[in-house]
C-alpha cells in the first residue's frame, strides 16, 4: 500500500520582520532594508544589517528591476511539493537596488532563455496563502 507524499512546505519561522515584508507583498510591493550605517541593503530580512551588525536600519521599496545572477534548473522534484513543476528554475537575482535574492522565473519552459545579466521584473505571486517574490523577462 503507497502513502500519499506530504507536500507541506516547511516555512520559515513567523517574526514582526517578516509579518512586514509579507504584508508589503500583500500589498504589491517587494521591500528589504537598508542599513543606517554602512548603506548595505538585504533580503530576507532580519534584525541587525549582515555585513555590519547594525541594528539602525529602515526598509525600502524595490522597483522591481533586477538582473540574473546565477541559476538552477532542476529536472527532478527533491520534495513532493514541487514534483508537478519540474523542470523549474531557481534563480538567484540582483535588485536594481542592491540586494541578491533566491527567486524564481515565471513565464518561460524550466531555464529556458536564462542568461546572465537578463534583466527581469517582480511580481507577486502566491505560494498557497504566502506572497513571494517572482520574477519574468522584462519586456
Not at 24 to 40: I, P, V
Amino acid at each position: 500500500m503507497s502513502e500519499t507524499p506530504d507536500t507541506t512546505i516547511d516555512l520559515p519561522e513567523p517574526s514582526e520582520l517578516l509579518a512586514a515584508h509579507r504584508g508589503a507583498l500583500a500589498d504589491g510591493r517587494l521591500t528589504f532594508q537598508r542599513c543606517s550605517a554602512c548603506q548595505n541593503a538585504w533580503l530576507p530580512p532580519r534584525d541587525r544589517c549582515p555585513r555590519c551588525l547594525a541594528d539602525t536600519w529602515a526598509w525600502e521599496t524595490a522597483s522591481g528591476r533586477a538582473t540574473v545572477v546565477s541559476w538552477v534548473v532542476y529536472h527532478r522534484a527533491y520534495h513532493p511539493a514541487f514534483a508537478d513543476r519540474v523542470p523549474y528554475n531557481v534563480v538567484l537575482v540582483d535588485l536594481e537596488e542592491g540586494p541578491r535574492m533566491l527567486s524564481t522565473v515565471i513565464g518561460i519552459d524550466g531555464g529556458e532563455g536564462l542568461a546572465i545579466d537578463l534583466p527581469l521584473q517582480a511580481e507577486v505571486g502566491h505560494e498557497g496563502e504566502v506572497p513571494v517574490a517572482r520574477f519574468r523577462l522584462a519586456t
